[in-house]
């Protein structure tokens, strides 16, 4: 799955950026299981990679149960919503920040003031747009999904985290300093046409992963990602969640289904 969203959005490349020559300085923000900041330290041996996540999730044994740190220098339990983050103003030649929700956002709402002080050269940042978007005349606003989405807009709003994606992220980027170089937005659709499935074409690749990782019913996704939200905020109960989330991952699963999200 990793794999799909960097190969579309980086043309199978780990950054965009031209780097400059030299032992580099690299923050990757978010690092989850920390695949990214491995391999670029694979790719860039002589460079200080240092990684900050919330969480605890990088890898920490090999599989002979050997500690590893892979060069990296990690960096667990930071939270990149509060302001100091223990690093050094303008310490990095480059920052990348993969699959945060809305993490740009933050830069304008002023919640995270680190990451452009921190950064004397370029950041990237990987982002989805959850909204599922549809170019079909036809599709009606009283669809499951359109109702699905709108329930799960109102109930992230109203805990002030909205699921809402901005939508004039270059301007958030140049408020907080920077110049934008370089915006891609690339559709990923939502449902694979099972009658086209060239595993070579990325996009095909990428909608195959991210439709049986979001929308297998097996899997429970949508259902996690629904259940607290429309409960706790919006008092519905947990069959009626279910229940339209069943009918959400039936018409996002369709082959023909037209809706797709912005990555
Ligand atoms: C979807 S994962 C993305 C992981 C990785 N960057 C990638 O591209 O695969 C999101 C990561 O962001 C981290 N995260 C979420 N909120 C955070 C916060 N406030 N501060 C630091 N890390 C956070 C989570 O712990 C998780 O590891």
Redesign the pocket.
Known sequence: M?NA??NVALDNRLHLATLRPGRLRIL??????G??AVEMKKLYPDSEITA????N?HPTVDEDGYQVHHGVDWRPG?????DDWGLKDGSFDFI??????SFVEALETGKTSSAESLVSGQAEF?ELDWTPRCDVATSPSSSDVSRWWHAMQIASTSIGKPLDYPADIEAIIQRAGCTVLNHRVIDVQTAEDLFNLNADDPQICITHWYRIFMFTPAYKTLNGMSMALLTRQLGWTPADVAALVVRVNYQLNLTHSPYYHNL
Not at 28 to 33: K, L, P, W
Not at 96 to 101: D, F, I, N, S, V
């Open positions: 990793h969203w960097y990757d923000i978010g690092y989850g299981t695949i990214w900050i996540d919330i969480g999730d930071v939270d990149f919503m509060q990348h920040a993969g699959m945060l929700h990987l």
